[in-house]
């Protein structure tokens, strides 16, 4: 059975920094491209970082591109997210999901930055 | 970067009708479009990818259709459990997935 289980999320104050984790199991970890996706409170959804199965290539959204860095430990079938700069705007469930057309997602964790 | 534009932003049904929910692409995306659904509390749920090929234990009443830029995702009889969100998403552009602004579908 697939599961991806997110960790790391919790009140952090403007500014100040989290680093998400998420746990892959029942499948092939490496041979797979990973995202992170947010959804704000009450919001849609926002595709925020994707790393390709080797981490050859990376992509970030504009809204974050230079304070996240994503990463990936094929080795221990773990996908991460380091978040720096915080701001109240990147307050939102993080979600890791598998693929390019995401079949399986976590259950997401909440990142709430307010002072 | 590819815009996703969903339409209505919410549709009221009454159970047993058909509800019909649009999604346009800024550029052509071809056939790289999947559609999700999301109830309150949960994670987002794929239910179609290649913009008609539905995903693993999806009912037959979801169906998708179009490429390029229009694409249409048709729930041919509404339960009352498929009141939900409906997000379209754009795979097109490797690893830059843009969702978009979901659809609202809820009771009559």
């Known amino acids: 059975e697939v599961q991806l289980v997110e960790s790391g999320g919790g009140l952090v104050k403007p500014g100040g920094s989290l680093r998400l984790s998420c746990a892959a199991s029942g499948f092939t970890f490496s041979s797979y491209s990973m995202n992170w996706v947010r959804q704000a409170p009450g919001k849609g959804l926002e595709w925020v970082s994707s790393i390709s199965s080797s981490s050859n290539y990376i992509y970030y959204a504009d809204s974050v591109k230079g304070r996240f860095t994503i990463s990936r430990d094929n080795a221990k079938n773990s996908l991460y997210l380091q978040m720096n700069s915080l701001r109240a705007e990147d307050t939102a469930v993080y979600y890791c999901?598998?693929?390019?057309?995401?079949?399986?997602w976590g259950q997401g964790t909440l990142v709430t930055v307010s002072s | 970067e590819i815009v996703m534009t969903q339409s209505p932003a919410t549709l009221s049904v009454s159970p047993g009708e058909r509800a019909t929910l649009s999604c346009r692409a800024s550029q052509s995306v071809s056939s790289n479009l999947a559609w999700y659904q999301q109830k309150p509390g949960q994670a987002p749920r794929l239910l179609i990818y290649g913009a008609s090929t539905r995903a693993t234990g999806i009912p037959a009443r979801f169906s998708g259709s179009g490429s390029g830029t229009e694409f249409t995702l048709t729930i041919s009889s509404l339960q009352s459990e498929d009141f939900a969100v409906y997000y379209c998403?754009?795979?097109?552009?490797?690893?830059?997935?843009?969702f978009g602004q979901g659809t609202k579908v809820e009771i009559k």
């Open positions: 998403q754009q795979y097109n552009d490797w690893l830059r997935g843009t």
């Open positions: 999901a598998r693929d390019d057309a995401v079949d399986y």
